[in-house]
């Protein structure tokens, strides 16, 4: 099969999405109104609730929900055939994935900008607020954990990548402090961060930087690890700055870098006219995970992730500058990560091998595909590189910066999104004072993932991947089902059609129950006691959420239509069951507005 033939029918079938289904979604299911002002205006702040242009906006999205995982689980998903993975990953983005981070964003907005754990309280019950809360929790440690432990193998594996990823770090912060101060449009200044961005690939690859010795004389039995503790460090640092500072100038540089990949993936294809060599349909090993339901668990991010609904409404939607950019940022946001899987599956199918007996000896077991993902990936885009001329071991490294870089700004984000429910949690029970503790928090916020990260016998390939990815992505979808299920009891309570919501909740959490029930079998008969109290307990949360999910939907049925309401003063207050507010006028408008420009607020040129 020609790879470019693929490339070509799934990016056409990605732009009817966007331009039909979502403006279905847009006016017909979640009702988008220009009108209204979003709490990116009326809670600014500066440093949370940024009113942000949607170029900008998008980039900060685009990569903080791309990070790693729609590279690593569509690249192992292949383990069972091409076409079965190419396929959930198209209609999932479309249909599942489109839906789901689009309607977070929007119900979001709608509820004062909280995100989606804090939202089920007023959606559903006030002890699925609780609930949520945990799940939420229990992903995000494993999200970080699992992101740092990527990041920490390939800076191992491809120490020229040492010197752009870390000097991108003061690079974005000046960029962030120049667009700020002038109020430039961020379109250049991003693009000479990209170009400094290149000329330190090519640097780092001329002086790459181990760190065994120095792992070696500090004890480390991993130079991995090493460098797990040192992203912590950093991530707990970032997630404490402001948003326009480091985090929104790195994810506009990396949304570039990010269509530079995946255009070096494409055009590399069509140059070298490259086949798919891999299987459609590949006779896995006996004893091998089945494809039911696995496939829809591995695959993760790359159709649908619960974890873009916690930036959907964690971050983004403080961001958001008007409602009706959530389409442009939400859907399409959703449709670039399908093409980032789309590029994976091309570049571990037809770029990494030349035959197929040559890429059956790379995926010849489970273990053997969830080991060599990230590794299979980067040598794929590099066998593309080589096509337009670059040099191999070059392309390598910028391979390997393209998979950090995103994982980098995932951390980034899911580090602070786990301080806000920390925050929340603490709230909900009472301590206030660790509410409001940004520091312990922070902290708090770091300690679980680093600890597992750290765990021993939980750093090399195959466990990571192999068995923590696997419990990683169904929590990961359970919670995409779960947030699904709030919108569509957003959706009904206003008597608009929730079909659209509805199939795509009903798909994940069968997957994901039955998903959880597998694992926790194979984890006691393991005698993983660190992995089979946390399947358990995750999985006891499902069903009381999927019985409060019901139970909501049953009432919303037999109710009549909601009327819109006022949100309340802020973004901390209670406001139970204050679901949705009035277009504004004038004077809302000039609150808003007021209170962007005294915050120091980005405007349309950002």
Known sequence: MPAIVVVIAVMAMFALGYRYYSRYLADRVYGLDPAYVTPAHRFADGVDFVPTNKHVLFGHHFTSIAGAAPIVGPAIAVFWGWGPALAWVVLGTIFAAGVHDFGSLAVSVRHRARNIGTLAADVISKRAR?????????????????????????????????????????LAIAIGQYIYRTRSAAL??????????????WVGNLYPIEITGLADALGFDQPRN?????????????????????????????SHQLF????????????????????????????????????FITVACGAISGFHSLVASGTTSKQLDKETDARYVGYAGAIGEGSLALGSIIAVTAGVAATRA????????????????????????????????????????????VVISFAATTMDTGVRLQRYIVQEIAELVGWRRLSRHLTLAGLLAIAAPLTLALLPGGGDAGYTFGVLWRLFGTTNQLTAGLALAVIAVWVLRRRRNPVAV??????????????LIVQLREFVEADEWVLAPLDAIIFVLALWLIVEAVLALRRASGQPAEADTDPGPGPDSDGAGAIESEPADQSQRAVGAESAAGAGATDDRR
């Open 358 to 401: 040559e890429w059956e000896g790379l995926y010849a077991s489970y273990a053997e595909a969830s080991g060599g993902a990230t590794r299979n990936f980067v040598n794929g885009i590099a066998s593309f590189a080589t096509n337009l001329g670059i040099e191999f071991q070059l392309a390598t490294v910028f391979a390997a910066v």
């Open 226 to 254: 090493l460098w797990v503790i040192i992203l912590f460090a950093y991530t707990f640092i970032a997630s404490r700055l402001p948003v326009w500072l480091l985090l929104q100038p790195r994810d506009y540089i990396n």
């Open 188 to 201: 250049v200044p991003s693009i000479i961060g990209v170009i400094a961005l290149y000329f330190l690939i």
């Open 502 to 515: 509805i199939v795509p909740l009903v798909f994940l959490l069968i997957m994901t129950t039955w998903a």
């Open 260 to 295: 530079i990949a995946i255009a070096i993936i494409f055009a590399g294809v069509l140059v070298g006219m490259d086949r798919i060599v891999a299987p459609m349909f590949n006779d896995v090993p006996a004893g091998s995970p089945s494809i039911f339901p696995f496939l």
């Open 130 to 170: 609780t609930l949520f809360l945990l799940i939420i929790f229990f992903l995000l440690t494993l999200v970080n954990a699992v992101f740092a432990v990527v990041i920490g193998n390939l800076l191992v594996a491809y120490p020229g990548a040492v010197i752009p990823i870390f000097v991108e770090i003061p």
